[in-house]
C-alpha cells in the first residue's frame, strides 16, 4: 500500500509511521510523499532522513484558496496513494480531495471523538480545554475523513486518563505516548491488511479485538 502523510509541524506521528514500517508493525506499507504546508516542519527533515520523497506548497503561495486546492489535489494525484494519512496536518482538507480520495483519508486527533474536537480544536488548545472541562480521561482516535471538521467514521480510539497534576503539555504527550505513536500505526497496517471497511458511519475492522487496545503502550524518545 501506498501511503502519502499530511504534516504541518513536528512530525512525531511521522516518525512512529516510518519506524513502524521498518520494524514490521505495519506491513505491506511504503510511504511515498511527505506534503507539508509549512517549510519549516521538523517533519520534513524526519522524511528526508528516511530518503522520502517531500513535498510544499502554502496557500500562502496562491492567489486564492481555490488555486492551492486545485495544486493540491494535483499533488496528491501525482502521488497516486492508496491511503492519505493527516498526521498533524493543520490545512483544511478541500472537498474535492475528500471525494477525490473517499474513504482513503484518515486522520489522527488528540482526544476521544465526539468529544473535543471540530473547528477550533488542534494542538495544545484540545488538552488545555479537556483540563478546564475537568474531565477524567481524554484519549486519541484515528479516524476517516469527511466533509465535516473530525465527524467521519471512527476507526480506533484508545483512552487516556488525566492526572490532578496534568498540564496541557503534560497530557499531550502521554496521550502521545501511550495512545497515538501506536493507534495509528496500528490503523494503516489493518487499512493494509484490507481488513477495514466503511458501512455508512461506522468502521468495520475484521477481527476486532478491544482488549488489545488498553494493552498498547508508548515508545518513548521521538
Ligand atoms: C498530534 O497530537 C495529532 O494527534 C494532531 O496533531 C499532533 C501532531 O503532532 N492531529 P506531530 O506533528 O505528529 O508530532
Same mark, same amino acid.
Given at each position: 500500500?501506498?501511503? /502519502? *502523510?499530511? *504534516?504541518? &509541524? &513536528? &512530525?512525531?506521528? %511521522? !516518525? /512512529?509511521i516510518i519506524d513502524g514500517i521498518k520494524n514490521g508493525t505495519i506491513r505491506n506499507t511504503q510511504i511515498c510523499m511527505v506534503y507539508s504546508n509549512n517549510p519549516g516542519a521538523y517533519a520534513l527533515e524526519r522524511a528526508r532522513t528516511a530518503g522520502i520523497p517531500t513535498a510544499c506548497i502554502s496557500p500562502k503561495d496562491y492567489a486564492t484558496r481555490d488555486d492551492f486546492n486545485i495544486a493540491l489535489l494535483q499533488l496528491?494525484? @501525482? /502521488? +497516486?496513494? +492508496? %491511503?492519505? *494519512? %493527516? /498526521?498533524?496536518c493543520l490545512v483544511v482538507i478541500p472537498e474535492s480531495v475528500v471525494r477525490a480520495f473517499r474513504n482513503r483519508i484518515i486522520n489522527i486527533h488528540p482526544s476521544l471523538i465526539p468529544s473535543f474536537c471540530g473547528t477550533g480544536y488542534y494542538g495544545l488548545g484540545v488538552h488545555k480545554k479537556v483540563l478546564e472541562r475537568g474531565a477524567r480521561v481524554s484519549g486519541a482516535t484515528v479516524h476517516f475523513v469527511d466533509e465535516g471538521t473530525d465527524t467521519g467514521p471512527i476507526i480506533l480510539q484508545k483512552p487516556v486518563m488525566v492526572? +490532578? +497534576?496534568?498540564?496541557? @503539555?503534560?497530557? !499531550?504527550?502521554?496521550i502521545m505516548e501511550e495512545a497515538e505513536w501506536k493507534l495509528l500505526p496500528m490503523a494503516i497496517d489493518l487499512i493494509a491488511q484490507g481488513k477495514v471497511s466503511v458501512d455508512g458511519n461506522k468502521v468495520i475492522v475484521a477481527g476486532y479485538d478491544s482488549d488489545i487496545l488498553p494493552g498498547i503502550t508508548g515508545e518513548e524518545g521521538r
Open positions: 500500500m501506498r501511503i /502519502a *502523510v499530511l *504534516v504541518s &509541524g &513536528g &512530525g512525531t506521528n %511521522l !516518525q /512512529a496528491l494525484k @501525482e /502521488a +497516486d496513494p +492508496d %491511503l492519505i *494519512v %493527516l /498526521a498533524g492526572r +490532578d +497534576d496534568d498540564t496541557p @503539555e503534560s497530557l !499531550q504527550r502521554r
